[in-house]
Every structure is written in C-alpha cells, then in structure tokens.
C-alpha cells in the first residue's frame, strides 16, 4: 500500500530507475505485452461475431476466452509488481452506485437480477 489510503499499489521492483531513460523497461515490455493481448481480445470478438460456421465459431471463442484469461494473468503481474495502481472509492458512492444500477434490473429479461 502506499502513503495515501485511497490508492491500493504494491511496491515498484528495486531495479527499476527512478527516472524514466530512453531504454526498455520490464514495464515497456510487459505493458507491450497487454497492449497486445487488448488488441487481440478485440479482435477475437469482432471474429466471433461475424463467423457463421459454427465449429470456427466455437474456435474463435475457445481461443477468446484463453487470450482474455492471459490478459488477466499480466494485469495480475503487473499488479503484484507495483506497475498498476488502483484508486480504492468511498464506501458511500459504491452504496449509492449499486442502487442505481439494481433499480435497472426489473428491466432485464428473465426476471433480471444482480448478483
């Protein structure tokens, strides 16, 4: 955790430099990385949606899920290595969020509800 309480972020690895040089960092590189498997989740979806084989269909899926799975596992790395931050919300505005959207559910088919 760092100094201000809203901010939830483990600490950056010993090795990286303080100041940001013109050479590739662990960070360019794993950032590269998810920028990456963005790009191709993205891409795996508008596949998905426009195959109307069913067997390249259930290819494109199976292989959609494993690159979103693959995507987690590196924000998880990047997490764990203090290249990502989270900003921690008022317990009040998350309240105030989850009433909002759970007054949409009665709108959903199928009964709607919010787990």
């Known amino acids: 955790m760092s100094p201000n309480s ?8 010993p ?6 040089g013109p050479e590739l960092t662990d960070r ?10 963005k790009y191709l989740a993205d891409s795996f979806s508008i596949a998905a949606n426009e195959a109307s084989h ?3 269909h259930q290819d494109i899926m199976m292989v959609l899920n494993e690159t979103h ?3 987690h596992e590196i924000f998880e790395l990047m997490f764990r290595k203090g290249h990502y931050k989270l900003e921690a919300e008022d317990q009040t505005k998350l309240d105030q969020a989850y009433q ?3 007054g949409y ?3 959903f088919p199928y009964g709607g509800t919010l787990q």
């Open 6 to 13: 809203n901010t939830i972020q483990n600490p950056k690895p």
């Open 15 to 20: 090795y990286e430099p303080q100041v940001k």
């Open 28 to 37: 360019d590189r794993i950032n590269d990385v998810l920028s990456t498997e």
């Open 54 to 56: 069913t067997a390249l």
């Open 69 to 71: 799975q693959c995507q």
């Open 100 to 102: 909002q959207f759970s």
């Open 105 to 107: 559910a009665s709108q």
